[in-house]
């Protein structure tokens, strides 16, 4: 049964520090893995999608690499702001498991101090 | 313009009632989902659609049933409510395939009294 960790559960920043937010599973059997941004109240938006067969995808100021072997993935975001504070989750698809049946970490809550 | 809506937003009812919560897409994607949040943060899937038709159909109680009457719209009805049943309840959707981000809705946080 795969398992999906984040630590730290939570991690408080100053303004222009990179954030280093870390993802790691069990199963290495992956089709995709993806970083989720939630926010009080709202729902989830999509970050960063990667395949099986990546290494790493960036948008902007956000950074995801995915070691599949040793079953980790790391959310790097460059000189962090206050308006990054939220919950980030990674979520994994297994390789027998349907479209959007993911499995979701508990997330890891930023907040960025000015 | 909304991408995924679902109502209400706040839903609070006694142990026993019957209630619904809808969900609606306006992407054109063929894929819909109910995903639960529980109090510890972890979102576990529960059912999904693909064009009116049910893919995904988690261990969730028969209390639980899904309908979706086009491929934008995916309800949830839930029979008999129990404390355990509080939670956050997301719609998602997405359009399938390789290219399978999800779209989630903004969340309906249901409370069993």
């Known amino acids: 049964k795969q398992e999906v960790t984040q630590i730290p559960a939570a991690l408080s920043v100053p303004e222009g520090e990179n954030l280093v937010l870390n993802c790691s599973f069990t199963d290495s059997a992956i089709y995709n893995l993806q970083w989720f941004r939630q926010d009080p109240g709202k729902g989830l938006t999509s970050l960063l999608l990667i395949q099986s067969s990546q290494r790493e995808q960036t948008s902007g100021r956000l950074n995801a690499s995915l070691d599949k072997s040793s079953g980790r993935s790391t959310l790097y975001i460059a000189a962090s702001q206050p308006g990054d504070s939220a919950t980030y989750l990674c979520a994994v698809r297994g390789t027998t498991d349907s479209w959007g049946k993911l499995q979701f970490g508990a997330g890891t809550q930023v907040v960025v101090t000015p | 313009d909304t991408a995924v809506s679902q109502t209400p937003k706040y839903l609070v009812t006694q142990m026993g009632n019957d209630k619904s919560i809808k969900c609606e897409q306006n992407l054109g994607h063929d894929t819909m989902y109910w995903y639960k949040q529980d109090s510890k943060k972890f979102l576990k899937i529960m059912f999904s659609?693909?064009?009116?038709?049910?893919?995904i159909n988690e261990t969730v109680p028969n209390r639980f049933s899904p309908k979706s009457p086009d491929k934008a719209h995916l309800n949830l009805h839930i029979n008999s409510l129990e404390l355990g049943d509080s939670a956050v309840y997301f719609c998602?959707?997405?359009?399938?395939?390789?290219?399978?981000?999800?779209?989630f809705g903004s969340g309906t946080q249901l409370s069993v009294l």
């Open positions: 659609y693909n064009n009116k038709e049910l893919i």
């Open positions: 998602a959707s997405s359009q399938g395939g390789s290219g399978e981000k999800l779209f």
